[in-house]
């Protein structure tokens, strides 16, 4: 009889428990669709690029308070206003409207727009004829309007009779179905980001601009289940166990650590394509030094065995590749944080300057032997040199 209680008491607590994290994963479904739903410019604002926000790249013409004026085409015939933004995912947008003043039947209208993926390769389409006011298209149903939009615009072809004033372009969200929703959930926790510079300090749980970070949505799923089992199973009829709310958080946690144990073997999988079979040397060449790392190499050949002092000079001290510079010298004593050369009281003959380039504040003497940036002269001999790249200076005695 004991043991017939106990069992029903955890088929119970495993019935309630089944409950309240299926109700949880309704209840969060039918939040986001309504969320979503709502048209919440958070999601996906309404982007209006108006006369302060555009630019001519084709053509001549003045800005006015109105909007962008083209008087003029240019040699090619070509007139075309474009303004950058920040990047939207493309599959949000599903509307283009513009205000134009000035267009006859003559002239040619098209939407222009570029991708974060290739920039310099605009995209066309072809717009209906129309002589002014606002016209609202579906450039979704383009095969290129994909991805990451950095940049919109509107080009004319045709002569040019009357002035033509763009008052505006803009993109407006469409509204989400059920499917894109579960599209949209299933790429951001499927989403990796391999290796990064910032892997070893940081973990993005989610790409940029991501409708379902997960670790909100675990956190928002665990809330809505504690609730409904506390309303399953009211304390106030007597409080047994934290278990069923533990088992809750358990799960989240669960599911948030399996999503990082196939990031981490994502990584692993990368790392072994690229490294296997390589020997130190080799590695740096396959990775992300790779472009830096023959140059250093060449560098530490004319270096002196002993370690020796050499000062980092870059355009950026904080830069990658200076950080970098430092750990391939390694153990040679190098010194970061210089975007000129130093004091001459902070050098001595037989010290080393490695100039990275591009450097706009050291310029080198041949004829003197004379490192120069602003008031300080270093007497200075050329040890290697690599235009692309870089140049190795060895200081000498009277510097």
Same mark, same amino acid.
């Given at each position: 009889? =004991?043991?017939?209680?106990?069992?029903?008491?955890?088929?119970?607590?495993?019935?309630?428990?089944?409950?309240?994290?299926?109700?949880?994963?309704?209840?969060?479904?039918?939040?986001?669709?309504?969320?979503?739903?709502?048209?919440? /410019?958070?999601?996906? %604002?309404?982007?209006?690029?108006?006369?302060?926000?555009?630019?001519?790249?084709?053509?001549?013409?003045?800005?006015?308070?109105?909007?962008?004026?083209?008087?003029? %085409?240019?040699?090619?015939?070509?007139?075309?206003?474009?303004?950058?933004?920040?990047?939207?995912?493309?599959?949000?947008?599903?509307?283009?409207?513009?205000?134009?003043?000035?267009?006859?039947?003559?002239? =040619?209208?098209?939407?222009?727009?570029?991708?974060?993926?290739?920039?310099?390769?605009? *995209?066309?389409? &072809?717009?209906?004829?129309?002589?002014?006011?606002? &016209?609202?298209?579906? /450039?979704?149903?383009?095969?290129?309007? =994909?991805?990451?939009?950095?940049?919109?615009?509107?080009?004319?072809?045709?002569?040019?009779?009357? %002035?033509?004033?763009?008052?505006?372009?803009?993109?407006?969200?469409?509204?989400?179905?059920?499917?894109?929703?579960?599209?949209?959930?299933?790429?951001?926790?499927?989403?990796?980001?391999?290796?990064?510079?910032?892997?070893?300090?940081?973990?993005?749980?989610?790409?940029?601009?991501?409708?379902? /970070? /997960?670790?909100?949505?675990?956190?928002?799923?665990?809330?809505?289940?504690?609730?409904?089992?506390?309303? #399953?199973?009211?304390?106030?009829?007597?409080?047994?166990?934290?278990?069923?709310?533990?088992?809750?958080?358990?799960?989240?946690?669960?599911?948030?650590?399996?999503?990082?144990?196939?990031?981490?073997?994502?990584?692993?999988?990368? @790392?072994?394509?690229?490294?296997?079979?390589?020997?130190? +040397?080799?590695?740096?060449?396959?990775?992300?030094?790779?472009?830096?790392?023959?140059?250093?190499?060449?560098?530490? !050949?004319?270096?002196?065995?002993?370690?020796?002092?050499?000062?980092?000079?870059?355009?950026?001290?904080?830069?990658?590749?200076?950080?970098?510079?430092?750990?391939?010298?390694?153990?040679?004593?190098?010194?970061?944080?210089?975007?000129?050369?130093?004091? *001459?009281?902070?050098?001595?003959?037989?010290?080393?300057?490695?100039?990275?380039?591009?450097?706009?504040?050291? *310029?080198?003497?041949?004829?003197? !032997?004379?490192?120069? +940036?602003?008031?300080?002269?270093?007497?200075? @001999?050329?040890?290697?040199?690599?235009?692309?790249?870089?140049?190795?200076?060895? #200081?000498?005695?009277?510097?």
């Amino acid at each position: 009889m =004991k043991e017939s209680r106990h069992l029903q008491s955890w088929l119970r607590l495993a019935g309630g428990l089944l409950a309240a994290a299926l109700g949880a994963t309704l209840l969060l479904g039918l939040a986001l669709w309504l969320f979503y739903r709502s048209g919440d /410019p958070l999601v996906a %604002p309404t982007v209006t690029l108006s006369g302060a926000d555009l630019h001519l790249t084709g053509g001549e013409g003045r800005r006015t308070p109105e909007g962008i004026e083209i008087q003029r %085409p240019g040699s090619d015939g070509i007139l075309m206003v474009q303004g950058a933004m920040r990047a939207l995912e493309a599959e949000r947008y599903g509307h283009l409207s513009w205000e134009l003043e000035g267009l006859t039947q003559e002239q =040619k209208l098209r939407f222009v727009w570029a991708t974060a993926a290739h920039p310099g390769t605009p *995209r066309v389409r &072809v717009l209906p004829a129309v002589t002014q006011g606002t &016209v609202r298209l579906d /450039p979704s149903t383009e095969s290129d309007w =994909k991805g990451q939009i950095v940049a919109v615009g509107l080009a004319l072809m045709g002569p040019l009779q009357t %002035p033509i004033l763009i008052r505006r372009i803009q993109l407006e969200p469409r509204s989400p179905t059920p499917l894109m929703l579960v599209k949209a959930l299933a790429e951001d926790w499927m989403h990796r980001d391999g290796w990064t510079g910032r892997s070893i300090n940081f973990h993005r749980d989610a790409p940029r601009n991501a409708l379902f /970070p /997960p670790v909100l949505l675990v956190a928002i799923w665990i809330g809505l289940g504690t609730l409904l089992y506390a309303l #399953v199973n009211p304390p106030w009829r007597g409080f047994r166990t934290p278990t069923p709310y533990a088992l809750l958080w358990l799960l989240g946690w669960l599911a948030l650590d399996l999503r990082w144990q196939s990031d981490l073997s994502e990584r692993l999988r990368l @790392t072994q394509t690229r490294y296997t079979g390589l020997d130190a +040397s080799a590695r740096h060449l396959a990775g992300p030094d790779r472009d830096l790392f023959p140059f250093l190499q060449e560098v530490r !050949r004319h270096l002196r065995p002993m370690p020796a002092r050499v000062f980092i000079i870059g355009s950026d001290p904080n830069a990658y590749a200076v950080g970098r510079t430092r750990y391939h010298l390694l153990p040679h004593n190098a010194y970061l944080g210089l975007s000129a050369l130093p004091e *001459r009281s902070q050098v001595r003959a037989g010290d080393y300057l490695l100039i990275l380039s591009p450097s706009r504040k050291v *310029r080198y003497d041949r004829e003197r !032997r004379l490192l120069i +940036s602003g008031q300080t002269r270093l007497t200075a @001999t050329l040890v290697h040199a690599l235009t692309a790249q870089g140049a190795l200076f060895r #200081v000498e005695e009277g510097a």
